[in-house]
């Protein structure tokens, strides 16, 4: 049964960059079939689509924060990470991985508990 | 950016009761590509319908998508106690993802 964990520091300073990384297990990242993807909900709020990853390193972000993600495979390990920099309080969120179905900006059929992450100094 | 509107904002139902939830989106959904979630506290989301009304794995056939274009549904036909819960929207027809804003089902 496939599974994701979440994992990274659950405090980051405003300015700073926040580091994440989900490892895949029961599954491989090394999949034809899926795209590797992150979705956020601040404290009390709706779900947001950040984007998502081939094993093969074809990215797709949401435009309102291209500019700030990057996204990366590590097949050897099975893992597949997110880093988001220039953070500030409304970054402040629960950080979930998840598999993408359907390409890119596809469904996500199985995804991580999630970690919160909060930006303060 | 396709937005996502989902209404109600808060459905009050009995157990064993239909519930009708409704998600709304600013543009034509390409091939009916719309997800449906229900997330309960503290947890992940967990799909339900994907494709509009493709029913996820394991997934009990009381809950149901349909729609197209711009206008969607789910529709949970008895409400079980367990079916309380927040549910949201996806649309996947762009090049990225977005979310409804989500409709919460209470317990009446």
């Known amino acids: 049964q496939l599974q994701l964990q979440e994992s990274g520091p659950g405090l980051v300073k405003p300015s700073e960059t926040l580091s994440l990384t989900c490892t895949v297990s029961?599954?491989?990242?090394?999949?034809?079939?899926?795209?590797w993807g992150w979705v956020r909900q601040p404290p009390g709020k709706g779900l947001e689509w950040i984007g998502s990853?081939?094993?093969?390193?074809?990215?797709y972000y949401n435009p309102f924060l291209k500019s700030r993600v990057t996204t990366s495979v590590d097949t050897s390990k099975n893992q597949f990470s997110l880093k988001l920099s220039s953070v500030t309080a409304a970054d402040t969120a629960v950080y979930h991985c998840a598999r993408v179905n359907g390409y890119a900006s596809g469904w996500f059929d199985s995804w991580g508990q999630g970690t919160l992450v909060t930006v303060s100094s | 950016e396709i937005v996502l509107t989902q209404s109600p904002g808060t459905l009050s139902v009995s157990p064993g009761e239909r519930a009708t939830l409704s998600c709304r989106a600013s543009?034509?959904?390409?091939?009916?590509?719309l997800a449906w979630y229900q997330q309960k506290p503290g947890q992940a989301p967990r799909l339900l319908i994907y494709g509009a009304s493709s029913r996820a794995t394991g997934i009990p056939d009381r809950f149901s998508g349909s729609g197209s274009g711009t206008d969607f549904t789910l529709t949970i036909s008895r409400l079980e106690p367990e079916d309380f819960a927040v549910y949201y929207c996806q649309q996947y027809g762009s090049s990225w993802g977005t979310f409804g804003p989500g409709t919460r089902v209470d317990i009446k």
């Open positions: 029961g599954g491989s990242v090394r999949s034809d079939s899926y795209y």
């Open positions: 543009q034509s959904v390409t091939s009916r590509y």
């Open positions: 990853i081939y094993y093969s390193g074809s990215t």
